[in-house]
């Protein structure tokens, strides 16, 4: 039987999913480097956050918690990806990227996504939690679990001016 106050803790956290969905998706797609990619990474970390949801006694920032667990499913997927990348011959990889060149009007894009996809996943984590999504410094050290001269360190060699603070 479930009491009153989980009932309503269950509703407040489907209530700050709804709010918080796009801003988790537009995260994990930019992790990811895909928006289809994205939501599948999306629907895993909404799934372990619903499922972890009642171990948790208290939530300080459950939107920073919601982040790290999309954070950890991002990783999850890169390194799966990253398993699977290196099963595909070296021929079956130029083929993907000639693909690709010949769409003019996206090669600078693509050149683009290519080299922020290099970065570290810290680094990339950093950059799109305060430059796309607009977390303060002290959010992104809470959200990754960083010190301020980690996160400082992460943004500012990421993307320059990344570090200041707002």
Partial sequence: ?????????????????????????????????????????????????VEAFPLVRELQNPEGWLFR??????????????????LRSAEEVDMMADELDDIARREIAAASLRTFMRLPLAQRSSVILRDVLGYSLAEVCEIMDLSLAAAKATCTVAAPGCASSR
């Fill in 1 to 49: 039987m479930t009491s009153v106050s989980d009932a309503s803790a269950a509703a407040g956290l489907d209530s700050l999913l709804v709010v918080l969905r796009p801003r988790l998706h537009r995260y994990c797609s930019r992790m990811v480097g895909s928006v289809i990619d994205g939501e599948d990474v999306l629907q895993d970390a909404l799934i372990k956050a």
């Fill in 69 to 86: 667990i999309a954070r950890n499913a991002a990783l999850d997927f890169l390194r799966r990806r990253h398993r699977q990348d290196a």
